[in-house]
Every structure is written in structure tokens, then in C-alpha cells.
């Protein structure tokens, strides 16, 4: 019990630090807003997609594997990775708030991209059932949404943990659940190859654009502090 006793004091003595600096915790608090907004609209706007007509397309790749529901391990994995990745980076709250940041920038992101890129979901696609997401986003019926398809939600999230995890063997661990979650998705058929391929990189340039928003943020208080001492 004392390692957890432990690493409960050290989570809460690094955030009560970090919302002492008053510029820090407007940041944390505008932030949280964005994310709060952001996943609201994006609940709104893909149940608007939903009802849109697509283009399906010829994916070499899933003719040749026959599709299998593996819901359970997709949705296993993809919380363990979120679980992994919050209780080793929650005890450094600058990298934690640059880890919501950077997920916001991939919710715009992906918003956009499944705007401008409408597809119909996969042939033999079996519905990826998880029992949080139908909480939050759902069609006008209560079914799942399934034409949110470029580029993967689920691939595109654990691979910002990765790149935004400073531990490197975590980052490892990190790295090989993302691998399986692309792979058993597309045993699935829930995504196309390309949505899955094309995930990481944009999850690296949501991090890079998190970072660099974080460094403008910090540069811009820094000059306001030196600007009111002269």
C-alpha cells in the first residue's frame, strides 16, 4: 500500500504545484472547455455524416482476410493503452496538458479529414461494439456510428500516447498495443488500410502542433511577465 500511498502524494503535490501558477491554470481550464466543446461538436457533426452517401473503396488487403469480431480485445486494448498512458504521465502535469491539447487537435482534425472524406464503411465490416463510446456518440436511432472512417480514431489516439509518452519503455508498450489495435481493426473490417495507415502520422502532427502551441503559449506569458517588471 505504500507505493500507492505514495504515488497518490506525488500526483496530488505536482498538480497542486502546477494550478499555484495562475497562467498555467487558465490554460488547464481553457483547455478543458475546448475539450468539452469539441467532443460535443464532434458528436453533432458525425451524426450528420452518418446519413451521407460515400464512395466504398477496393481495399486488396481486407479481401484477404476474412472478417472476425474481436470487439472485445479492440475496445481491452484501447483502454488499456488510455489507462497505461494516464497513470504514467498524470504525475507530470506539463505533459498531461500538452497530451489533452494535442488530442483536441486530433478531434479537429479528424472532423475535418471525415468531412471532406466520405466513405462507406468496408465490405464485411463487422460493427466495432464499445459499450463507452455508444454512451456518448450514437445515430438518431441509439445503432453505432460506422462512417467515421478517415482516418482511425482508435490508431490515431494510442499513437499520440506514444509520441507524447516520455518513458521509453512505456513508449514501447504503447507502441505495440497501437500495432494491435490497427491490426485487429482491420481483421474487423471496421476501417479501410489506408484510415489505418494514416493515423499515426496524423497523431504525430497533432503532438508536434500541441508542442508547438504550448512553447507560443509559455514564450507569450514570459514576455508579458518581463514586459510588466520594465
Known sequence: MQPLSNYFGNVYANWRQILSDGRIRNQIIITLLLYVFL???????????????????????????????????????????LGVFVISTILNPKIFIVALQGYCLLIIMRTISIYFVALEPPLGM????????????????????????????????????????PNQSIKKALLLLSILIGTFILIQ??????????????????????????????????????????
Open 39 to 81: 467532443f460535443k461538436y464532434c458528436r453533432i457533426i458525425m451524426t450528420q455524416l452518418e446519413m451521407r452517401k460515400g464512395v466504398q473503396l477496393t481495399d486488396p488487403l481486407l479481401s484477404f482476410i476474412p472478417a472476425h469480431d474481436v470487439s472485445m480485445i479492440t475496445f481491452t486494448l484501447t483502454y488499456l493503452a
Open 126 to 165: 463487422i460493427v466495432l461494439k464499445d459499450p463507452v463510446t455508444i454512451i456518448f456518440m450514437s445515430t438518431p436511432s441509439g445503432g453505432y456510428i460506422v462512417k467515421d472512417l478517415f482516418f482511425s480514431g482508435h490508431v490515431s489516439t494510442a499513437m499520440l500516447f506514444f509520441f507524447i509518452c
Open 189 to 230: 473490417h471496421v476501417h479501410y488500410t489506408i484510415d489505418v495507415v494514416a493515423a499515426p502520422f496524423f497523431a504525430f502532427l497533432a503532438h508536434r502542433c500541441s508542442l508547438f502551441l504550448d512553447k507560443v503559449i509559455h514564450e507569450r506569458d514570459y514576455l508579458q511577465v518581463i514586459s510588466r517588471k520594465n
